[in-house]
């Protein structure tokens, strides 16, 4: 008991220390956090902490570089804009929150199909013609994040299945780049993703449209 004691403490001081010296990264990944959990919680308040947590992400992966991230996280700034529009604009007009649906099969299908391309497509020309750190993580969450991001947006179940591949992908790409707060983060973001997917089915009230 007073071993595991000691190594909690150690590992409390590693991460406080960890947060002194890298106060911004600190900052993006309790914004993260936060916005998440309002997500799980169909709030409208995850909206503007999503473009807080996004520019700062910007800012950050701007110095490894991982340029998809810079990409994906200046996207993220524009649909957290699109997404808190969306949901805003519902409650407007019809008084009452947007509600959980499911993604017809059709769409899911294309947007994969899609995804998938892009891939392929993008890991070459990123290995070629970029210095990204680590390309195969960098263009596999740049190309999926943005599915799971517009389904978010439109509040379908199915996004946060894109959610938990992209946060298992993340957590591997960010031991890589010695990001150690975004490891931490999407460590965290798994078990949430899963979370979300359970609380968001619990709610739904109509079949895919």
């Not at 919680?41 to 570089?65: E, K």
């Not at 009452?96 to 899911?108: F, H």
């Amino acid at each position: 008991m007073h071993d595991a004691a000691i190594l909690l403490s150690s590992t409390l001081d590693g991460i406080l220390a960890y947060a002194a010296a890298n106060r911004l990264e600190a900052l993006g990944a309790v914004a993260g956090l936060a916005c998440v959990g309002l997500l799980i919680r169909q709030s409208m308040w995850n909206w503007p902490l999503g473009i807080v947590y996004a520019g700062i992400s910007v800012y950050l992966f701007a110095d490894v570089p991982l340029y998809g991230q810079i990409v994906l996280n200046t996207y993220f700034l524009l649909m957290n804009l699109y997404g808190w529009g969306t949901w805003l604009r519902h409650v407007q007009h019809s008084e009452a929150p947007l509600e959980v649906t499911r993604t017809s099969s059709r769409t899911l299908a294309i947007v994969l199909a899609l995804a998938a391309v892009g891939v392929g497509v993008r890991g070459v020309r990123f290995d070629q013609f970029t210095a990204s750190r680590f390309p195969p993580a960098d263009v596999g969450i740049t190309l999926l994040s943005p599915a799971a991001m517009w389904l978010q947006a439109r509040k379908k179940l199915e996004s946060w299945i894109f959610w938990f591949v992209v946060n298992l992908a993340s957590v591997v790409m960010f031991v890589a780049t010695e990001q150690y707060f975004y490891v931490l983060l999407y460590a965290i973001y798994v078990p949430m993703a899963v979370e979300g997917y359970v609380g968001w089915q619990r709610t739904m009230a109509r079949p895919a449209t």
